[in-house]
């Protein structure tokens, strides 16, 4: 693995993250985005996050330093990927913005260049043929609150090259990640795929009126001790991203609680811009949340 130059296409909820723990690292990184608007907010929370790597990390002045030195930031692709040897894909849990965005990069990335998707549980064989170099193409799937979760799965499809998938799991551990290699292709990786029934099963009570998310929360951290539940969860993943896989559900099966689910989820969150901690508000209200208040389990 000879990597330098590492894209991040996309700045939210998981990109940029990933960009800053790839910059932290000492790799010089470039986030990308659709306009100066949303790399204005990725600074922004570059800003916020740094504390983070001084609190949980003990990250020194100089470290963070450098972390802000080796970063810079783009809204031209072309510019964004031209000395690229590995570009890292978060853009929307959506088929169609992806393969959309993969054949935008195919026509201007530089033939070195590794790509790796981001996708929470989408296949990367179902790419494969829009990024124009499939043996060059795989998933690298990150934790949220990278710096602390830091687990990354590498999951390649039948095309990949087996020397780009050792150079990405050598680039994972690279940045501190513990690289979690899968043998073959699996939606939902590892983690989802025990994580997403999980948020089925809460959404399923509440749309069926068993309980309220409050009441789903309390009983699961209760019960096993986890601090916190399945809503506050979704809050902090965001809830775009369950809607998109909700939604891509639904149509695949028909289900009619998926289907209430997703109608449920855009009138009462999605159309609203309650989409979790990012916005202020989604299941709960914040900075002071109700899980997290000492009276919630009383």
Do not use: C
């Not at 990109?15 to 600074?43: H, M, P, R, S």
């Not at 369950?242 to 149509?251: D, G, Q, S």
């Amino acid at each position: 693995m000879n990597y330098k130059n590492i894209t991040i296409a996309g700045s939210g909820v998981l990109g940029y993250q990933v960009a800053f723990q790839t910059a932290f690292f000492g790799f010089k990184t470039v986030v990308y985005d659709i306009n100066e608007d949303v790399l204005d907010k990725a600074k922004a929370k570059f800003d916020i996050l740094n504390k983070e790597y001084i609190k949980d990390l003990n990250a020194t002045p100089e470290q963070i330093d450098q972390t802000f030195k080796n970063l810079s930031y783009s809204s031209n692709l072309e510019d964004a990927v031209k000395d690229a040897d590995l570009l890292i894909e978060s853009v929307p849990e959506n088929p169609d913005i992806k393969i959309d965005f993969y054949s935008k990069l195919a026509k201007v990335a530089p033939a070195k260049t590794i790509f790796a998707t981001n996708s929470s549980t989408m296949l990367p064989s179902t790419f494969a043929d829009s990024t124009g170099r499939p043996s060059q193409f795989l998933a690298l799937h990150f934790a949220n609150s990278i710096w602390k979760h830091n687990t990354a799965e590498i999951m390649g499809h039948p095309a990949t090259s087996p020397e780009v998938f050792e150079d990405v799991v050598a680039f994972a551990k690279a940045i501190g990640m513990l690289a979690l290699p899968l043998k073959k292709e699996q939606p939902g990786y590892i983690i989802n795929s025990m994580l997403v029934p999980f948020f089925y099963s809460a959404t399923d009570l509440l749309l069926k009126e068993v309980a309220d998310p409050e009441t789903i929360d309390k009983t699961w951290m209760k019960a096993t001790g986890s601090p916190t539940g399945p809503f506050a969860m979704l809050d902090v993943v965001g809830i775009t991203t369950l809607y998109n896989v909700v939604k891509m559900n639904a149509e695949q099966t028909k289900d009619p609680i998926k289907i209430k689910t997703v109608a449920y989820l855009k009138e009462h969150y999605i159309d609203k811009n309650k989409l979790g901690v990012s916005t202020g508000e989604g299941f709960y209200k914040y900075p002071n949340p109700k899980y997290k208040t000492a009276d919630f389990l009383k």
